[in-house]
């Protein structure tokens, strides 16, 4: 048998072979045994070494042009084999393109936030405008413009958190230029600075409210944070009485717990409002029966208030003979507590998801 005759028989054969194998190993264990290292073609070619140099230029031609084919014939086995198989996984998985597909879950506002936007919401329907300001302060802004003078206890450097600029180079706060960069500063204890911010930058009639996160040297526990938010409101204008802080406050809590609740007002005292008060609600829980959240009292402190005291105008040069006004402040995360019924502050921000999704 010639050589000629010896590579069309396995031309053939391979062929042959080929068409019989169906399955992805099939066709692995045919490229193994036809076209690997080992395989038949490629033994055959590997021995056409020996031939004379006319007969290898012939029969060497034939060989490779009998391998291309086998070669193409295989990759195209292949492509219809896979073909069927995705068609088959198709119609076995019965895959249908207009199901719904699976739950993405979407997060939700913090408890907090959420008070703060409603705090914010029902106070713009009064005509309130919502601002902020710097948590860094001056001793000025923080307590000297809002009569609360170096001896006042609330001045006691443990009360708070303090800077030393000239040593640090921290960013100083929005601050009167000509004031020294030696002059203590501090995290803010309350939002009332902005009101002092704001008094300076606008004429009456101003009416804001000031949501914001301030800082208190304090030890944490049920119901005390380092770290917590307050809303400060400030209202002026001519002829404004504490008629008018007690109507909007009273509106404010109506709104935010309901129209079941009291209100009530004790006399108090806070530096930068003149007359001062309290203000407490009926308790949300008993309804003002006496339980053991309000100590038996019937009522829950809520906010202090008052009028601004007179001293105050007098560090933002408005005309106390023209304008009053009022102002107020409120923890938000005790109103969160009351609203939703927590015993403890510190829930609010142990990241628990189980405790969170219920808001």
Sequence with gaps: MTQTSVIESLRSKALAAL??????????????????????????????????????????????????????????KQKILRQKELESDLKSQQLDLYLPGDPYPVGREHPISQVINELVRIFYGMGFINVGGPEMESEF?????????????????????YFNLANNQLPLPQME?????????????????????????YPPPIAVVVPGRVYRHEATDATHLSVFHQLEGLLVDEGVSFADLKGSLERFAREFFGPQVRTRFRPSYFPFTEPSAEMDISCLLCD??????????????????????????????????????????????????????????????????RFLEQF
């Design 19 to 76: 068409e019989k194998a169906d399955t992805a190993a099939g066709l692995t264990d045919f490229q193994v045994e036809w076209l690997g290292r080992k395989g038949k073609l490629t033994v055959f070619l590997k021995s056409l070494s020996n031939l004379p140099m006319e007969d290898k230029k012939v029969t060497g031609k034939r060989a490779n042009e009998i391998k291309t084919e086998i070669e193409t014939a295989l990759l195209e």
């Design 141 to 161: 802004y923080n307590f000297e413009a809002l009569n609360i003078p170096a001896n006042h206890p609330a001045r006691d450097m443990q009360d708070t958190f």
């Design 177 to 201: 230029a000509e004031r020294s960069r030696e002059e203590p500063v501090l995290l803010r204890t309350h939002t009332s600075p902005v009101q002092v911010r704001i008094m300076q930058s």
């Design 288 to 353: 003002g029966s006496g339980c053991r959240v309000c100590k038996q009292s019937g009522w829950l402190e809520m906010m202090g208030a008052g009028l601004v005291n007179p001293r105050v105008f007098e560090y933002v040069k408005v005309d106390t003979e023209k304008y009053s006004g009022f102002a107020f402040g409120m923890g938000i995360e005790r109103l969160a507590m009351f609203k939703y019924g927590v015993n403890d502050l510190r829930t609010f921000y142990e990241n628990d998801v």
